[in-house]
Every structure is written in C-alpha cells, then in structure tokens.
Nanobody, 122 residues
Framework: QVQLVESGGGLVQAGGSLRLSCAASGNIFSINVMGWYRQAPGKQRELVAVITSGGSTNYTDSVKGRFTISRDNAKNMVYLQMSSLKPEDTAVYYC????????????????WGQGTQVTVSS
C-alpha cells in the first residue's frame, strides 16, 4: 500500500555534489519521520539523516555540514542534498518512512525504498 522510490544516485568525483529524492506513494495521510540510511559493502546499514514532519532534523556526525535533508509534506517527498562528497560516502542509499498514517487512521510499519547507488571516486 505504501511504496518508496528513490532517485538521483550516480557516480561523482570527490568534492562533488548529488541530490537524492524519495517519493512516497499509496494510501498516505501523513508521515511522521522520513530519513536516509546507507549501506556500504561489507558494512551494516547506518542512519545518515532523518527529518520529522515538523522539520526537526538529525544527522550522523560524518555528514554534518555536508549533507542537508529536507522534505515536502504535501508531496510526501524527502530529499538529501549531498555536498563535498568523499569516497567513504560510497554506498547504497535507502529512504525510509516511519509513522505512516493512512487515510483510514491506521499506522503502518516502517517502509523502505529499494535503494539508489552513490559512488564517489577519488
């Protein structure tokens, strides 16, 4: 019922920028928290940044000052502007939605997107 689709990944040189987008669709009345996570080869998935419906944000230390998360509540979209990219930012980036309330009033479990690859070359 609720699907997330990421876009915007790709190959970029170190120091460059990319903007990721994630669109949530389905029976959605509201989404409490939207966020970005990433998983590098051989590593666990980690939180990158999250944003609440009210606009409060939280970032992992390694991206503070370089990445900016934003969202459009009306469109059920979340974005991740990534600047000053480093090779260690290379990973599959996943979008997640938590606290998704449907038009029926129910709250569905957290949903993940399929991921988008970000590769930063040195």
């Amino acid at each position: 019922q609720v699907q997330l689709v990421e876009s915007g990944g790709g190959l970029v040189q170190a120091g460059g920028s990319l903007r990721l987008s994630c669109a949530a669709s389905g029976n959605i009345f509201s989404i409490n928290v939207m966020g970005w996570y990433r998983q590098a080869p051989g590593k666990q998935r980690e939180l990158v940044a999250v944003i609440t419906s009210g606009g409060s944000t939280n970032y992992t230390d390694s991206v503070k000052g370089r990445f900016t998360i934003s969202r459009d509540n009306a469109k059920n979209m979340v974005y991740l502007q990534m600047s000053s990219l480093k090779p260690e930012d290379t990973a599959v980036y996943y979008c997640k939605a938590d606290g998704v309330r449907t038009s029926w009033g129910s709250v569905v479990p957290g949903r993940w997107g399929q991921g988008t690859q970000v590769t930063v070359s040195s």
